[in-house]
């Protein structure tokens, strides 16, 4: 069963930082390292919007345009682990993230490319 469960979300005040962490449980089928792996938020009542990603050995990065430069993705394979560093964060910013699993080794902006999520976790940025 695999499972991702994200972390490290809260309250700030615009201009602040958070780095958001997703733990990842695989099985020896599926395996962390052999995945690609990206963030995507989603306000109420809006489509869940891509954000960044990641492929599976960190050689490559995806980043939307809104979060470019603020923004960085990294994992660590050896703990299961996904990171997503905010700097420089922006009332916009407010909404609960996501990470996710993609099918294949690649990063992706497609939700359907995506076959497993966490629960979601909330960050709030206030003015």
């Known amino acids: 069963q695999v499972q991702l469960v994200e972390s490290g979300g809260g309250s700030v005040q615009a201009g602040g930082f958070l780095m958001l962490s997703c733990t990842v449980s695989?099985?020896?089928?599926?395996?962390?390292?052999?995945?690609?792996m990206g963030w995507r938020r989603q306000a109420p009542g809006k489509e869940r919007e891509f954000v960044a990603g990641?492929?599976?050995?960190?050689?490559?990065?995806d980043y939307a345009d809104s979060v470019k430069g603020r923004f960085t993705i990294s994992r660590d394979n050896a703990k299961g682990t996904l990171y997503l560093q905010m700097n420089t964060l922006k009332s916009e910013c407010t909404t609960v993230y996501y990470c996710?699993?993609?099918?294949?080794?690649?990063?992706?902006?497609?939700?359907?490319?995506?076959?497993?999520w966490g629960p979601g976790n909330q960050v709030t940025v206030s003015s």
């Open positions: 990641i492929i599976y050995n960190s050689a490559s990065t």
């Open positions: 996710g699993m993609v099918k294949t080794i690649l990063t992706s902006r497609l939700v359907s490319d995506y076959d497993y």
């Open positions: 695989t099985t020896s089928e599926r395996p962390f390292s052999r995945a690609g």
